[in-house]
């Protein structure tokens, strides 16, 4: 009996142990990385698809509301930011502020001093009056712990007339401004404050959006002010909307030198915003509340476990990658101020341009259940709204880039078999992109340009964007067309596999750096189009050659108005992931498209930092050189990633171009709206794959080492795996991949190429 009970103590004692050391996932997140260069993450503490998103702001123009730059001083920390994004910032809402100097002041900013940082987590010191500031956060609230200096006046400011993106000049016809609609406050109790601000615009250029909130604090303050527009009235509790600037002075005694508030904020109303406070920190214990959001993610991270023998900046860059994936879409279940329904509910896919391609496919294989919620939120937001998101946020449809990639996400459920998604209305959906113009100015939601798509074959160059344009409503509709064969459409079926072919029709046989073909700019009438209008002066109209090179924009013509959005022709001509082996034909066959993807490589014409690229490099796998593929990828992983501040090599772009380095780490990489994953050479000798049916998937790179980085060959379940190519439920039904790493390259994945649409049977 005492032996059993030993040995049951051992049991105990090693599994807490092992719990202990896998507890401790999230100490590999560092909120930080491509917080500086051209990352715009987001810094502050966030639950997994949080809604409130409290941080520092010190830079109106930043995405982010934070700038690294310590000559720019705080003005505020706000409860709502998106992670990553480039172009106009948006949100930046409620923002709140302690300070010790002139009380009877509404600018009030601060230096920063020492910052701490971790998941969950932000402190700064405010240097001006030696205030600490620190901030955690649950989904719906955040939680302030202020600690003034002894014996220091103690106030706190909160600013309804603060937001990011607001234009030195008040402008209503900026084009990517948040511009300010109106605010409330009211002064409810001696410890409460509510209120609400309304603002519009920003990157999406959506409507109006109202964030409400209510601030409760752990003890009472003594005096108050409120104000509008700068006009400040001491004891006056209420400020009504009459379309000014709002905001309150709350003065505090110095019984105590700290203080602690919590916001909840919601879309519906104070009130709602009261709720979310009670039901998710009911308490005043700010580590508790830290813990429970470091437990939130910890569930999530223990989904992937790595080799313990990774290196630390490995790891960091792995799960700093899941991390800043998750940060976006925010869950608003409940939270919708346009209509009631219990289902969920997302906002700031922002954008689904982005995001598709890895981002979605790294959720869908970590925890699938979110993936099928977010997907149920786009068919709710089809139904209520007309059409499906594309970069929605603020509640609001506003901004398109190229294709109604909503279709993408829905074709990459239903063929990873996610259950739980109507796609008898899913297909629906994706027909009114495919079928009904949006009109107006084509920006905010479905297909611009969809008439000469569908009456052409191709968008021409009546409408900006024709380029990507066409490459992606091509993708598109292969994407609808999977859906429609999968539940027995046939007539939408044939329509739209045949309409995957459009992108030829843009497709001209021009050399180019030693390669021929590329998509190329054709007008209405059927012509190629050579040159395009750059300038008009002294009465003479200048124009410029149009080659695979030429970058129109921003030099002749507007950002969104080129014939390609952020790329050239050389990137985006490689972007049919449908048809990967017609495209290799086209180009002059597989040597001369190995030619093709050197030169885009080694003649700098590849943009690491750009979506549209996210595929390319796992390009040789369809000519039966994986191992390029891996010889690619590590270079453009060692040269352009790592775990410093400045460690994303562009705009996170909500998670995109984290979710494209986690996946590579471990060796995987999807190609989106289609059911398998590319095999390369992983960075871990093991990655455990915990899935949420119970059901383990290991990956293990035998003999794997800095010189041996090649695959000789593979296992599956003990049995020879010759193909560079890996089906989702391979991984969903669990079992084990053996990778047998060498020094030098092998004929593994040279005979069974991955799927192509003109490999198929139809």
């Not at 520092?56 to 700038?67: A, F, K, L, R």
């Not at 598709?356 to 959720?363: A, F, H, M």
Request: proline residues 5%; charged residues 20%.
């Amino acid at each position: 009996m005492k032996q059993n009970q030993i040995k049951l103590g051992l049991l105990i004692f090693t599994l807490c142990f092992a719990f202990v050391a896998q507890a401790q996932l999230h100490q590999f997140v560092d909120p930080l990385i491509g917080s500086e260069g051209l990352g715009n993450v987001f810094i502050g503490p966030s639950c997994p698809y949080g809604m409130v998103k409290p941080g520092p702001d010190n830079d109106v123009s930043s995405n982010s509301g934070y700038s690294s730059d310590p000559a720019k001083p705080i003005y505020g920390f706000s409860q709502v930011h998106v992670s990553g994004t480039g172009g106009g910032p948006k949100y930046g809402n409620v923002s709140v502020m302690p300070f010790s100097g002139d009380l009877e002041a509404i600018d009030q900013e601060s230096v920063k001093g020492e910052e701490q940082v971790k998941l969950g987590y932000y402190s700064v010191m405010l240097q001006n009056w030696g205030i600490q500031t620190e901030i955690t956060t649950s989904d719906r609230a955040a939680f302030y712990h202020f600690s003034y200096q002894p014996g220091n006046k103690q106030a706190v400011k909160i600013d309804l007339g603060k937001f990011l993106g607001e234009p030195n000049i008040p402008n209503p016809d900026a084009r990517e401004a948040q511009q300010f609609v109106g605010s409330e406050i009211e002064i409810i109790s001696e410890t409460e404050v509510r209120g609400y601000t309304r603002i519009r615009g920003g990157w999406n250029n959506g409507s109006a959006y109202t964030v409400y909130f209510t601030a409760v604090f752990d003890r009472p303050f003594k005096q108050f002010s409120t104000w509008k527009n700068d006009q400040i009235e001491a004891g006056r509790k209420v400020r009504i909307d009459d379309g000014g600037k709002t905001g309150a002075l709350l003065y505090f005694d110095s019984s105590s030198d700290d203080l602690q508030l919590k916001i909840g904020i919601s879309f519906v109303s104070s009130l709602k915003a009261h709720e979310n406070i009670n039901a998710e920190i009911p308490h005043w214990n700010f580590q508790q509340a830290l813990t429970e959001t470091q437990e939130k993610w910890e569930r999530i991270l223990q989904r992937v476990e790595v080799d313990q023998d990774a290196s630390s900046e490995l790891k960091t860059m792995f799960y700093t990658g899941l991390y800043h994936t998750m940060l976006m879409p925010v869950d608003r279940t409940g939270e919708n101020p346009k209509w009631e329904n219990n289902s969920p509910y997302y906002d700031d896919f922002y954008a689904i341009w982005d995001t598709y391609r890895s981002s979605s496919p790294l959720i869908t294989l970590l925890t699938p259940s979110r993936q099928i919620a977010i997907v149920n939120a786009m068919l709710q937001i089809y139904k209520r709204d007309g059409y499906l998101p594309e970069a929605r946020s603020g509640n609001c449809n506003g901004r398109t880039q190229g294709g109604s990639n909503a279709e993408v996400v829905i074709a990459d459920a239903f063929v990873k078999g996610l259950d739980g998604i109507n796609y008898k209305l899913a297909l629906e959906a994706m027909l009114k992109d495919a079928t009904v113009p949006p009109g107006g100015n084509e920006e905010k939601e479905g297909r611009g340009g969809l008439t000469d798509y569908n009456r052409l074959g191709y968008v021409s160059t009546d409408f900006v964007r024709a380029g990507n344009r066409t490459l992606e409503y091509a993708y598109d509709d292969y994407c609808l067309a999977t859906v429609a064969r999968g539940i027995k459409r046939k007539g939408e079926y044939w329509r739209f596999i045949k309409q995957s072919d459009n992108w030829q029709n843009l497709w001209r046989d021009i050399d180019d750096h030693g390669s021929n073909g590329f998509i190329m700019p054709k007008d209405a009438h059927g012509n190629w189009v050579d040159s395009i209008q750059c300038d008009a002066s002294n009465g003479r109209i200048t124009y410029i050659p149009y080659t695979p090179v030429a970058q129109d924009w921003p030099i002749c013509v507007c950002w969104w108005c080129g014939f390609f959005y952020e790329a050239s022709s050389w990137e985006y001509s490689l972007s049919v992931p449908h048809d990967v082996a017609t495209l290799v034909e086209k180009s002059g066959g597989k040597k001369a498209f190995r030619k093709r993807l050197d030169t885009l490589y080694d003649k700098g014409l590849y943009n690491v930092a750009n979506e549209p690229s996210f595929l390319s490099p796992n390009l040789y796998h369809w000519i039966g050189r994986p191992e390029l593929s891996s010889e690619r990828i590590h270079q453009i992983i060692d040269e352009n990633y790592n775990s410093s501040h400045s460690g994303i090599p562009g705009n996170d772009d909500s998670g995109a171009m984290s979710s494209w380095l986690a996946f590579h780490l471990i060796g995987l990489y999807p190609n989106a709206g289609q059911s398998y994953y590319l095999i390369n050479a992983p960075y871990f000798e093991k990655t455990v794959i915990h899935q949420e049916n119970g059901k383990d998937f290991v990956i293990l790179a035998k003999n794997r080492s800095p010189k041996n980085k090649y695959i000789q060959s593979a296992e599956l379940n003990g049995k020879d795996f010759p193909k560079a190519w890996l089906e989702h439920q391979n991984i969903v039904m669990g079992g084990t991949l053996i990778l047998e790493m060498g020094p030098a390259p092998s004929k593994w994945g040279a005979e069974l190429l991955p799927p192509s649409k003109s490999d198929q049977e139809l």
